[in-house]
């Protein structure tokens, strides 16, 4: 029997049994990535979310880099791990994953685990709006899946109360000079950059990518050495900036602006980053830009489009918040099965930019 007959017959690789394996759904919601890990990855102790994520950044950092980083993964890698709800109210739990550690909040993956679980039949499937409660550590995000003859249409979600720190801040930066900034929250905290009020010499299109990451975590590193009120009112473990975003004026005139966000150790967002459009909810609201159910299409540099709206004003702490939606689609791209040789130099992962 020839070489290539054989290649023909024999197409199942059996690991040894001392190999880890660990099964994804891979996805993508505006052309960002989600690595959804389904089986394999090591039980998580603990009660909650917050506990869950600790647990796995104690003890298991490095499957994260394995996953994420280099060979399996890249730079602009995104997943999570499913875990319990936090209650018996919740569907399930998720921790965030990606380059840097572990996020707040995550409105790309939220759209993404709402349509796979609607694929996957993970809750009696109806059509129209099939609720799902998912326990991020920033809170529980409640979304809603539309069905169309059995099949995702779309999905939106109300995040968690977002609200604003401060508009119009001004910092001076080494590497790019002052800067106007809003500082706020959207299950994560962000300092929002609007083109149209600072002079910079590039622009929110992919020919800017590698100035976008280079400025964007200038001013990141700048506003947390600077500001003190980066503080979530209720959680410690939420107070941290998570990235900057660039926002100006979008390149297709149905859609009303453009959102880029350079988030964890230099990730572009390929989506308008749904808990970045939450905060975008708060600080338009505060303006007096957009009143409780308008909504505003925003898109990235992919082109994407989510639609933000504000669903109801709520007081949270000493803040006066809202409830935002955000509205987009995700895509299945592929099933995995990783397997991870102890023995490989490489098992844990590395990154090359």
């Known amino acids: ?67 994420m980083f280099e060979p399996r993964g890249h730079a602009d890698m995104y997943g999570c791990i499913l875990t319990p709800p936090n209650d018996t109210e919740g569907d399930f739990g998720v921790v965030f994953l990606h380059n840097e550690g572990y996020s707040t909040m995550c409105g790309h993956a939220i759209i993404a685990l709402t349509t796979l679980t609607i694929e996957m039949k993970w809750i009696n499937v109806k059509e129209g709006d099939n609720e799902v409660k998912i326990d991020a550590p920033c809170g529980r995000i409640t979304s809603y899946a539309h069905v169309k003859n059995g099949k995702t249409t779309g999905v939106r979600f109300h995040c968690v109360p977002s609200f604003v720190v401060g508009l119009d801040r001004v910092i001076e930066t080494p590497d790019v000079g002052k800067i106007t900034y809003d500082l706020a929250y959207g299950g994560a905290f962000y300092a929002y950059v609007d083109m149209d009020k600072n002079n910079f010499n590039f622009d929110l299109s992919k020919d800017s990518y590698q100035a976008l990451i280079r400025k964007g975590m200038a001013i990141k590193k700048a506003v947390m050495q600077q500001n003190q009120e980066i503080l979530h009112p209720f959680e410690e473990d939420l107070s941290f900036l998570y990235g900057t975003i660039f926002t100006g004026g979008p390149h297709d005139d149905s859609n009303d602006s453009r959102n880029v966000c350079i988030f964890a150790d230099g990730e572009v967002d390929r989506c308008p980053t749904g808990s970045g459009v939450s905060g975008r909810m708060a600080i338009h609201k505060m303006r007096n830009e957009l009143e409780v159910g308008e909504t505003m299409r925003i898109e990235s540099i992919t082109d994407a489009v989510f639609v933000g709206s504000v669903v ?32 490989d130099p490489m098992k844990n992962g590395f990154i090359l930019r």
């Open 1 to 67: 029997m020839s070489t290539y007959q054989n290649i023909k017959r024999k197409k199942e690789f059996k690991p040894n049994k001392d190999w880890l394996q660990i099964k994804t759904v891979d996805m993508h919601t505006g052309g960002e990535p989600l690595r959804v890990i389904i089986e394999g990855f090591p039980e998580l102790k603990g009660s909650s979310v917050l506990e869950y994520r600790r647990y796995c950044k104690a003890h298991y950092d490095h499957l994260r880099t394995a996953l």
């Open 312 to 343: 109801q004003e709520v007081d949270y702490g000493p803040f006066k918040g809202v409830i935002p939606q955000v509205e987009g689609t995700a895509h299945i791209t592929g099933m995995h099965t990783f397997v991870i040789d102890p023995k």
